[in-house]
T-cell receptor
Framework: KAGVTQTPRYLIKTRGQQVTLSCSPI?????VSWYQQTPGQGLQFLFE???????NKGNFPGRFSGRQFSNSRSEMNVSTLELGDSALYLC?????????????FGPGTRLTVL | DQQVKQNSPSLSVQEGRISILNCDYT??????FLWYKKYPAEGPTFLIS?????DKNEDGRFTVFLNKSAKHLSLHIVPSQPGDSAVYFC?????????????FGEGTQLTVNP
């Protein structure tokens, strides 16, 4: 069974631009969560989507948004990029029934904002 | 506020010895705890979990202990192997209402020396 895939793996943008990251969950997984990892901050929860609806949201500004499609694939968007948005963005999927807290992570998208 | 804390940024042990990684939490609503391992350039990989109704869970070389009164959990790796060298994250979940949202600690870099 294929794992969680994220595209692109690396991205370089400049301040003020916007960016869209993509995540394809494990087949059959309907929950997709996004996390931001920065040095010294651990993994910070951004939001979770389940059946195309945002089910949970972390403490991030409105510049961070996401959506989920009917095939459970998800995208997250960051508008008006700031230097502090440079981070590793991780997507995780989970099955709604089996160990719903046990999330499976993709390799991440490394975003650098110049 | 940091609801999940891993106070040791790094830990170094000899191959064959025990590795003990610690984690403290403050939120009494957390009822499920997980440990993830992360290698550079990869997403976190699920290791082991424990429900708040238990105080110990074992899986091969990995054992997680939960002390609810102290709001403390630990991961024991016995015997430690060089391939265990990675960053270990402790994570917690606050029940079904939180969906798949996990709150992570800052991580502990484990180095197992041959």
């Amino acid at each position: 069974k294929a794992g969680v895939t994220q595209t692109p793996r690396y991205l370089i943008k400049t301040r003020g631009q916007q960016v869209t990251l993509s995540c394809s969950p494990i087949s059959g997984h309907r929950s997709v969560s996004w996390y931001q990892q920065t040095p010294g901050q651990g993994l910070q929860f951004l939001f979770e989507y389940f059946s195309e609806t945002q089910r949970n949201k972390g403490n991030f500004p409105g510049r961070f948004s996401g959506r989920q499609f009917s095939n459970s694939r998800s995208e997250m968007n960051v508008s008006t990029l700031e230097l502090g948005d440079s981070a590793l963005y991780l997507c995780a999927s989970s099955h709604p029934r089996v160990g719903y807290n046990e999330q499976f992570f993709g390799p991440g998208t490394r975003l650098t904002v110049l | 506020d940091q609801q999940v804390k891993q106070n040791s940024p790094s830990l170094s042990v000899q191959e064959g010895r025990i590795s003990i990684l610690n984690c403290d939490y403050t939120n009494s609503m957390f009822d499920y705890f997980l440990w993830y391992k992360k290698y550079p350039a990869e997403g976190p990989t699920f290791l082991i979990s424990i429900s708040s109704i238990k105080d110990k869970n074992e899986d091969g070389r990995f054992t997680v202990f939960l002390n609810k009164s102290a709001k403390h959990l630990s991961l024991h790796i016995v015997p430690s192997q060089p391939g265990d060298s990675a960053v270990y994250f402790c994570a917690a979940s606050a029940g079904e209402t939180s969906g798949s949202r996990l709150t992570f600690g800052e991580g502990t870099q484990l180095t197992v020396n041959p």
